[in-house]
């Protein structure tokens, strides 16, 4: 599996930004995916995941409420909705898939193998 992100950018302080994440390779659907995000001088922490068939989400309570993750119809796209972005919200954002498939998704760093290229979003204040 390969990942692609993209979507990155300025964007204001309440306004709203969509991320997305493109999975490609053999059997991209069957697993889980998750949006991460990692500031200067800051660990890389979980935002969201969704599990392989789109049906199970989880969140970090900072962005509960105010970010939407959902995967695309063919389940190989899988996305990232801001709404509401604060200033200390920007970050390299990135997105991982699951190391096995058919799983419901994680907060653990560990338990993601495939990284993409990370996308950079500013928020302005």
């Known amino acids: 599996v390969q990942l692609q992100a993209s979507g990155g950018g300025l964007v204001q302080a309440g306004g709203s930004l969509r991320l997305s994440c493109a999975a490609s390779?053999?059997?991209?659907?069957?697993?889980?995916l998750g949006w991460f995000r990692q500031a200067p001088g800051k660990e890389r922490e979980f935002l969201a995941s969704?599990?392989?068939?789109?049906?199970?989400?989880l969140y970090a309570d900072s962005v509960k409420g105010r970010f939407t993750i959902s995967r695309g119809n063919a389940k190989t796209t899988v996305y990232l909705q801001m709404n509401s972005p604060k200033p200390e919200d920007t970050a390299v954002y990135y997105c991982a898939a699951d190391r096995l498939p058919f799983r419901s998704g994680s907060q653990d760093r560990g338990e993601y193998e495939i990284w993409g290229q990370g996308t950079l979003v500013t928020v302005s204040s």
């Open positions: 969704v599990n392989w068939n789109g049906g199970r989400t």
């Open positions: 390779g053999r059997a991209a659907s069957t697993y889980a």
